[in-house]
């Protein structure tokens, strides 16, 4: 099959190189430039001959040197995930090869749409809500930061459907589940939160155990990568202590503002109750004798008791058979 790179879509010169299997089947080929290059993908074309040739694992190295004593970095592999600074390579996993012969494959690494919706969109709208969220707490505005706590899942929620919808119309059908799987945890939070607040912790509960398994499952199944497992599971426990925490103190003060607005008319009768006693002379002065009163009944219950049946008391007397 051929092998060459790509600079924003387009082929680079040279433009490839036909790759030969050697003696362990693999299909080894360096590609040399007379000057430095930039490159942000490659391309494989599929041979028309048997399925047996087809490309299914591969590395792709960079070095700015040549002979025996070069450095080698790996710039691409069969397997990735992510995009950018966040692009992570892996070799051991296989490649979706197509079934038709004779195609081009494109392995273009710049920032796509799906990739865009998925993270920096989701991303900066969960950090915009997020923020909205802990303002409106800190000024006691408990019901947006409510508001704000639903919109920082639920708008999520729909830029990472639209991104595996993308995902999996082009084919890529790992990280298309990976998008879906996270849509459907925020989304459930949103609908929980809006539906139902009184079980909003047993939600907040589900939800931490459903991203933990979806973690799970991206470095086990989707992405194998069981080393990143533990990490991926510890960030996750943070992420969501965070947001109970948060939850907790937003839903103390949405307690007390319902209590405060239950309570707040009776209180202003009984000022107002009060405030007349206290203007009319007449009333005062039944105050004073029942304070008057009081205290007396006080000094009476503190005082030191007496026997008053004392008179009634008759000594007994014991007999021997």
Same mark, same amino acid.
């Given at each position: 099959f051929t092998f060459g790179l790509l600079k924003d879509g387009c082929h680079l010169l040279p433009p490839s190189a036909t790759l030969q299997a050697s003696?362990?089947?693999?299909?080894?080929?360096?590609?040399?430039?007379?000057?430095?290059?930039?490159?942000?993908?490659?391309?494989?074309?599929?041979?028309?001959?048997?399925?047996?040739?087809?490309?299914?694992?591969? #590395?792709?190295?960079?070095?700015?040197?040549?002979?025996?004593?070069?450095?080698?970095?790996?710039?691409?592999?069969?397997?990735?995930?992510?995009?950018?600074?966040?692009? #992570?390579?892996?070799?051991?996993?296989?490649?979706?090869?197509?079934?038709?012969?004779?195609? #081009?494959?494109?392995?273009?690494?710049?920032?796509?749409?799906?990739?865009?919706?998925?993270?920096?969109?989701?991303?900066?709208?969960?950090?915009?809500?997020?923020?909205?969220?802990?303002?409106?707490?800190?000024?006691?505005?408990?019901?947006?930061?409510?508001?704000?706590?639903?919109?920082?899942?639920?708008?999520?929620?729909?830029?990472?459907?639209v991104s595996a919808i993308i995902y999996l119309d082009r084919g890529n059908w790992r990280d298309g589940s990976y998008m879906w799987m996270y849509s459907w945890v925020d989304g459930a939070l949103g609908v929980s939160m809006l539906a139902s607040e009184q079980h909003f912790f047993f939600h907040l509960l589900i939800f931490g155990l459903t991203a933990l398994t979806a973690q799970a499952l991206k470095n086990q199944l989707l992405y194998p990568n069981p080393s990143k497992t533990s990490a991926a599971i510890a960030m996750s426990m943070g992420f969501i202590c965070t947001v109970f925490t948060s939850s907790v103190i937003v839903f103390r003060q949405v307690s007390l503002m319902r209590a405060r607005r239950i309570v707040v008319s009776d209180r202003k009768k009984y000022d107002q109750t009060w405030a007349s006693v206290v203007a009319s002379p007449r009333e005062r002065a039944e105050l004073d004798l029942l304070a008057q009163e009081i205290q007396r009944c006080t000094a009476n219950i503190f005082a030191a008791p007496r026997q008053l049946n004392r008179r009634h008391v008759r000594r007994r007397r014991s007999f021997s058979a």
């Amino acid at each position: 099959f051929t092998f060459g790179l790509l600079k924003d879509g387009c082929h680079l010169l040279p433009p490839s190189a036909t790759l030969q299997a050697s003696g362990n089947g693999s299909y080894p080929a360096v590609l040399s430039f007379d000057a430095p290059v930039d490159a942000n993908g490659y391309y494989l074309k599929i041979p028309s001959g048997p399925v047996d040739a087809d490309p299914v694992r591969w #590395e792709v190295e960079g070095s700015d040197e040549l002979g025996p004593q070069a450095s080698w970095r790996l710039v691409g592999a069969s397997g990735w995930y992510g995009q950018g600074n966040d692009l #992570e390579l892996l070799p051991s996993l296989a490649f979706d090869v197509p079934v038709a012969r004779g195609v #081009e494959v494109a392995v273009d690494h710049r920032p796509s749409l799906p990739w865009i919706f998925g993270y920096p969109i989701s991303q900066g709208l969960v950090a915009s809500f997020w923020w909205l969220f802990v303002i409106f707490g800190a000024l006691k505005r408990p019901a947006m930061a409510k508001y704000c706590f639903v919109g920082s899942v639920i708008f999520p929620c729909v830029t990472e459907a639209v991104s595996a919808i993308i995902y999996l119309d082009r084919g890529n059908w790992r990280d298309g589940s990976y998008m879906w799987m996270y849509s459907w945890v925020d989304g459930a939070l949103g609908v929980s939160m809006l539906a139902s607040e009184q079980h909003f912790f047993f939600h907040l509960l589900i939800f931490g155990l459903t991203a933990l398994t979806a973690q799970a499952l991206k470095n086990q199944l989707l992405y194998p990568n069981p080393s990143k497992t533990s990490a991926a599971i510890a960030m996750s426990m943070g992420f969501i202590c965070t947001v109970f925490t948060s939850s907790v103190i937003v839903f103390r003060q949405v307690s007390l503002m319902r209590a405060r607005r239950i309570v707040v008319s009776d209180r202003k009768k009984y000022d107002q109750t009060w405030a007349s006693v206290v203007a009319s002379p007449r009333e005062r002065a039944e105050l004073d004798l029942l304070a008057q009163e009081i205290q007396r009944c006080t000094a009476n219950i503190f005082a030191a008791p007496r026997q008053l049946n004392r008179r009634h008391v008759r000594r007994r007397r014991s007999f021997s058979a």
